[in-house]
């Protein structure tokens, strides 16, 4: 079975702060995974996708992501924050046909 | 630029209304996907369709029913509306060739039953 769990509904750091999303998933086969922004009353953005090209992802808005197998991991960074990015977060996992989503964390930027 | 277009972004709909929400892709995708957003509950699965007039339940099917006609176009219906069925709709789409092909999603209708 797949699962997406992510930790920390929600995260506040401050502007220019690192911003570090966590992302643990669980899938019987190599994975496929996915970041998603959303923000308020919007649909979902995809921010960046692991494709097993490379280990670490570099997505859009200076957003990367790092896969570790060995951690089941692929927790979403950005060096420096900003107001802009404040929204919510989804990782997600594709097995087949179908995508599992985790439960969101909102981020919080302060000024 | 692609796109997942959903006919309304908000309805305000009374308790016991038969509600069709309307979902329409141009990326000639063969999977589509009705999801339901909560607060803290993240996106849950509704029903999804592989291929014109295919369907299979998800998570959450209870109270819906789908179509999907055209390949394009991909209905969610609300036999009779109730207020737990207040929420975010999220339709989405993707192709079946790639596997790590990203899910594309519309904007998003926030119904209301009242």
């Known amino acids: 079975a797949q699962s997406v769990t992510q930790l920390g509904s929600h995260v506040s750091v401050s502007e220019g702060a690192l911003v570090l999303l966590r992302c643990n998933y669980s899938?019987?086969?190599?994975?496929?995974l996915f970041w998603y922004v959303q923000y308020p009353n919007q649909g979902l953005q995809l921010l960046l996708k692991?494709?097993?090209?490379?280990?670490l992802v570099k997505g859009i808005n200076d957003f990367e992501a790092e896969f570790k197998k060995s951690e089941t991991s692929f927790h979403l960074t950005k060096p420096s924050a900003h107001m802009s990015d404040a929204a919510e977060y989804f990782c997600?996992?594709?097995?087949?046909?179908?995508?599992?989503f985790g439960s969101g964390t909102k981020l919080n930027v302060k000024p | 630029d692609v796109k997942v277009t959903q006919s309304s972004r908000y309805l305000v709909k009374r308790t016991g209304e038969k509600v069709f929400l309307e979902c329409v892709q141009d990326?000639?995708?063969?999977?589509m996907f009705w999801y339901r957003q909560d607060p803290g509950l993240g996106l849950r699965l509704i029903y999804f369709?592989?291929?014109?007039?295919?369907?299979e339940k998800g998570d959450i099917p209870e109270g819906y029913s789908v179509s999907r006609e055209k390949k394009e176009r991909f209905s969610l219906i609300l036999e009779s509306a109730s207020t737990n069925q207040t929420s975010m709709y999220l339709c989405?789409?993707?192709?079946?060739?790639?596997?790590?092909?990203?899910?594309?999603f519309g904007q998003g209708t926030r119904l209301t039953v009242v």
């Open positions: 989405a789409s993707t192709s079946t060739g790639t596997a790590n092909t990203e899910a594309f």
């Open positions: 899938s019987s086969v190599p994975p496929y």
């Open positions: 692991y494709t097993s090209a490379a280990t």
């Open positions: 997600a996992v594709r097995n087949f046909n179908k995508f599992y």
């Open positions: 990326m000639d995708h063969e999977n």
């Open positions: 369709s592989y291929d014109v007039k295919m369907k």
